[in-house]
């Protein structure tokens, strides 16, 4: 066998084996989400992420960790306790930018629901004709003001203050996806991409059908890219999913 055929094979099989991973099968719904981020995030040369209904930190640990990316993440999250977890797990990165707080159709003040299990806490009473496995969980314990801003109003003040220019939005509200896409219609467009929860059952009152949010987000101007799973998922029914899209002039 020649030195060229030889580098050839070596050249093959290092490409093969640099694209393996290893994968606990409980968590290989997580590899199609940032797999298909870090690919997205380098392509568009995104420079900030909008990560709206933070929690305490998932979703901009994902990025980091797994996704690979480097640049701005802002997180927004309304429950107080919540946000310090993520004020502190932000300390040591000077490009995660933490506000306590929500995104809605209006600026102003609203009653925020804390639900039984943090993750399931909205803007939006919960609802469980459609999925009572949940009725323990998704349930009000207890109830706080919190600030509430459009998308116009956050983005042209944190534009300001960051000087970003191309920013990602992702949505995990609860059910109030739609409302805020639809609220930010003059400046949705700005964004190269957004990621929001879909319902295939309904578990808010004002919950959309996930066609109806795919048609939403068409005529807001965006593409579908990917369906990801966002949890490991309540088999055999599909309770709710991902889209990830672009904005269709880039593609």
């Not at 995030?41 to 900030?48: G, N, P, Q, R, S």
């Not at 059910?175 to 609220?183: E, H, S």
């Amino acid at each position: 066998m020649n030195l060229k055929r030889l580098k050839w094979l070596a050249n093959y099989y290092w490409g093969a084996i640099s694209n393996l991973m290893v994968l606990d099968r409980r968590k290989l719904y997580a590899a199609w989400e940032y797999t298909q981020l870090a690919q997205l995030l380098k392509h568009f040369e995104v420079d900030c992420v909008f990560d709206v209904g933070a929690n305490v930190g998932q979703y901009a640990e994902m990025l980091r960790r797994k996704a690979g990316y480097k640049g701005l993440i802002i997180s927004f999250e309304p429950i107080p306790e919540a946000a310090a977890e993520l004020r502190r797990k932000a300390e040591a990165d000077p490009k995660w930018v933490v506000i306590e707080g929500a995104l809605g159709e209006a600026d102003g003040q609203q009653v925020f629901n804390i639900m039984a299990a943090s993750q399931f806490s909205s803007l939006s009473a919960p609802k469980h004709d459609e999925a009572a496995q949940f009725q323990d969980l998704n349930k009000v314990s207890r109830q706080v003001p919190v600030k509430i801003e459009t998308l116009q109003t956050a983005l042209r003040r944190l534009q300001a203050e960051h000087q970003f220019k191309r920013p990602f939005l992702k949505l995990d509200t609860q059910g109030f996806d739609v409302r805020i896409v639809q609220a930010g219609a003059p400046v949705v467009k700005e964004f190269i991409g957004l990621q929001s929860e879909m319902a295939v059952a309904k578990l808010y009152a004002d919950s959309v059908d996930f066609r109806d949010a795919l048609r939403v987000y068409e005529q807001a101007g965006f593409v579908l890219s990917a369906f990801v799973p966002n949890n490991a998922g309540h088999f055999p029914r599909l309770i709710e999913t991902d889209c990830i899209m672009v904005r269709a002039d880039l593609v």
